[in-house]
């Protein structure tokens, strides 16, 4: 059945320029980035001009086929092969041709050394626009970068090149069969030979782009045990192992990686997910990375941004999906205003209904908040290369801390914020005519790649707010408190740092209340609420980004030298309100729950379930 | 061969229009500007792609203020080899003799503009520009040849298409069909902050209309759907209430 007629069931929008700019540049002062000797071959115009064009690249070659490669899933041959949409190939070629596979490496590397701040706000865009090809690309990127980071110059040249290029793929392999979030139990074997290579033997599960038909090659950054490691996560390395390995004389040769099947998913359909078996005919050669037995510690730092990029992305698909209802809740009509009595009065549009624009105003709140989050971490992590000594530790620090609270906050509030759009087109919302539904069913995977909401939880309660004697708790009070102190500047939002004062005092005081379990070395009971304090920090923190949106909003406006609409600064401020009405006082209930000292999750009998 | 291509700014295709001043003047607040399309994609595009296959050089020219510096900067981050900013403004004719003042000194082969600029549509000033230089002007083209210093062009006319030829220098405007659009990369970002953009002061021009005011268009009537079966309603509504039949 088709639509009616009436309603363009394609949204144009996906995105938001002015948002970008106001995040990037005006929330997160990004702009002094540009002052620092590592950037300062860039200025804030060619910043924006560059995520215009990322915008046009993505208008013209990506979103276009959004649905089209959700109807036409990623396919196994049988054989080895996986068969992919043809505009895969186009995409890759032109996103890498514009620079964005190489653009925040360094110069010395063959990249752009362009600031993750600004490279983050084009993957933002592909990733609103069709997240799962911004997958391929962010993949080769992460890839390309574990080798920079910790590989010879030699494996730079070898392989870095053609990935920048789009010739080649670069995957993260980590998951086995019995080892998905819990890494310490890989098995993949990496046998020492004589020569400059590991033999590898094992398999590799649910590998994301390992086999595809954009790409020549395969670069698979793979953790494997080398024999006679040690258990745990210590004797973990790193490997390069391509899927044709390159000859002496430059010429290509099969390395026997083999791929044995691709996961039908019930989204990022267009999106290969493989199954990758390593050293079948004993002739698969892997190229250690760094040091033996580091490998979880560089992987680490991939994950640690890869997550920070999941949950970038959930935010962005989120935003997508809010943009698509909001059209359509201006272009069709239903109902009268409760206080409407005459039946012969025309009914008003979707978006004049008090429930519509509470269910918009949710999913503007989350996305937004958790879009400004992502950007956040993405400074921080451009503050790295500017900083030193003890300021470049504190800001790693605040960095790890923020990082699994973007991704579970942004990926579990994104599925609400996506189901919130379905609601709001109601019956059209759940048919394949529109996106909305697509943009729900692939942001379910956000909450379980790169570590489940449940390992990012565990994480934060279990380390991050722990290490160092509590330091980053510290940080991140103290950065908060600035806010704060900012936002009273302003009597309008007075109310709102007082809130957020609060908020933040319960965090820390439940936060104390929750370490005598560990103290006492109940660990088990100190963890088993983990998510829930995931909840409460998650919507605490997103409440300091508003605030702060709301801080820059009414600074603008106060200063009047800015080229925003007055409806696009009044609209952030409004949505601060209410986000602090309807989302900040759900720490409340957090908080209440993790006072309570019963534990109902620790049954030995499992008759109860 | 030198190629000069003229480069507007206009507004964003989905900037909200208003006017203020009684309606006299554009009001630009919260607006974004963009390269005027036909220029970016067709004239500009075309120019550099003659310029790679036969050598020569490409300049940008833009009749403004420093804000149009940006969208210019877009137009050397796509290829352009340098730029020239007249700083000035006024209305077409006075944009056309800035330019072809600049371009009389400066011996250029083609001059390309777009077919129009998306906010006024006049598309007056690449036929003023040739008039003041005295240079054959085609309009519309297509698409465009050169076979040594001939250049054949298709125009679009009315139901059709009209091929001509003319020797160069010439004026030519540009439209759909004559080349792709680019996207700037961003080692081409990168490289337009180095390239030369001069900025010269504008002779002294009387502009020769004058904006009384602006109206916007009435807005868009509701959308009636009338199902196929029912072609009876579909009359009464265009007798009685489109009253077109
Ligand atoms: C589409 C897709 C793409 C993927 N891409 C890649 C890729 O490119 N590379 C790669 O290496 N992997 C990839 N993965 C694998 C992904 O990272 C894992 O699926 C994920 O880490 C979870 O592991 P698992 O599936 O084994 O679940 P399990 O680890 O079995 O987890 C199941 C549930 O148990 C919970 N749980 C597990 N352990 C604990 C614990 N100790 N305490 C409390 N709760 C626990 C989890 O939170 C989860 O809710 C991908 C997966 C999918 C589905």
Known sequence: ?609 | MKYLVCVNKTPDTTAKISFKNDGKEFDDSGVQYIMNPYDEWYALVRALELKEANGGEVVLINVGGPENDTVIRKGLAIGGDKAVRINGSGDSFYVASQIANYAKDNNFDIIFAGKESIDYNGSEVPAMVAELLDLPFISYGIKLEMEGETATVTRDVEGGVEIAEVNTPFVISAAKGMAEQRIPNMRGIMMAKKKPLDVVEPTSVEARVEISSFELPPPKAEVKLVDPENMDELVRLLHEEAKVI
């Open chain 1, 1 to 609: 059945m088709n639509s009616p007629q009436n309603y363009t069931n394609m949204s144009k929008a996906f995105s938001d320029l002015q948002l970008l700019e106001f995040l990037i540049f005006d929330t997160h002062r990004s702009e002094e980035l540009f002052k620092e000797e590592y950037y300062e071959h860039l200025d804030k115009e060619q910043a924006l001009a560059m995520i215009a064009s990322a915008h046009a690249l993505a208008e013209r070659d990506m979103f276009p086929y959004y649905q089209e490669m959700d109807g036409n899933p990623a396919k196994y041959d049988g054989n080895g092969k996986v068969m992919t949409h043809p505009q895969l190939k186009v995409i890759v070629q032109n996103a890498a041709e514009q620079g964005w596979i190489g653009a925040s490496a360094s110069f010395e590397h063959g990249g752009m050394q362009i600031p993750e701040s600004v490279n983050n706000a084009a993957q933002h865009i592909f990733q609103a626009a069709n997240n799962g090809v911004q997958g391929y690309l962010g993949l080769s990127a992460g890839a390309a970068r574990l080798i920079t980071n910790f590989g010879t110059m030699e494996q730079v040249e070898r392989y870095v090149k053609p990935i920048f290029e789009g010739q080649w793929q670069g995957t993260m392999a980590l998951t086995e069969p019995q080892a998905g979030s819990s890494l310490a139990d890989i098995k993949t074997s990496a046998t020492p030979t004589d020569q400059d290579y590991y033999k590898i033997k094992g398999q590799k599960i649910f590998i994301s782009a390992g086999q595809h038909e954009a790409c020549d090659n395969f670069v698979h950054l793979t953790l494997a045990r080398i024999e006679g490691a040690p258990a745990g996560v210590r004797g973990i390395s790193l490997f390069i192992i391509p899927k044709y390995r390159v000859k002496d004389d430059g010429d290509l040769e099969y390395n026997d990686v083999f791929c044995a099947g691709e996961y039908e998913k019930m989204g990022q359909k267009g999106y290969a997910t493989t199954h990758l078996v390593f050293g079948d005919d004993d002739n698969c050669r892997g190229y250690l990375v760094g040091e033996a037995n580091k490998g979880l510690t560089y992987m680490f730092q991939l994950m640690n941004e890869a997550r920070i990029g999941v949950g970038q992305t959930a935010a962005s698909v989120a935003l997508a999906a809010y943009k698509a209802a909001l059209q359509y809740v201006q272009e069709r009509s239903q109902g009268r205003h409760p206080s409407e009595k005459d039946p012969e009065k025309d009914p008003v549009l979707l978006i004049e209904h008090a429930d519509v624009q509470r269910m918009l105003l949710t999913q503007k709140a989350i996305a937004e908040g958790a879009l400004s989050l992502a950007c956040e971490c993405n400074k921080r992590y451009d503050l790295e290369h500017v900083l030193s000594g003890k300021e470049k530790d504190d800001n790693h620090l605040l960095l790890e801390l923020l990082t699994p609270v973007v991704k579970a906050y942004a990926s579990e509030e994104a599925s609400r914020s996506a189901s919130l759009a379905i609601q709001v087109l109601g019956g059209y919302g759940y048919t394949l005519d529109f996106p909305v539904q697509q943009h729900y069913r692939d942001i379910k995977i956000m909450a379980i790649y790169e570590g489940t909401t449940g390992i990012q939880s565990m994480d934060l309660l279990g380390r991050k707010v722990v290490i160092n004697n509590g330091r980053a708790l510290q940080l991140l009070t103290k950065e908060i408190s600035k806010s704060i102190a900012q936002a009273n500047e302003y009597d309008g939002l007075k109310p709102y740092a007082g809130q957020l004062e609060e908020a933040l005092n319960g965090f820390i005081a439940i936060s104390q209340h929750l370490f005598k379990y560990a103290q006492n070395n109940e660990l088990e009971r100190y963890l088993s609420d983990a998510n829930v304090y995931m909840e409460m920090a998650g919507h605490m923190i997103v409440g300091w980004q508003w605030l702060k949106i709301g801080t820059t909003a009414s600074q603008l406006i106060k200063d009047n030298k800015h080229n925003y609409t007055k409806g696009f600064l009044e609209g952030k401020i409004h949505t601060m309100k209410f986000y602090y009405k309807y989302e900040l006082p759900k720490t409340k209930v957090c908080i209440e729950v993790l006072k309570e000292d019963s534990w109902l999750t620790d049954l030995r009998d499992y008759n109860w379930f």
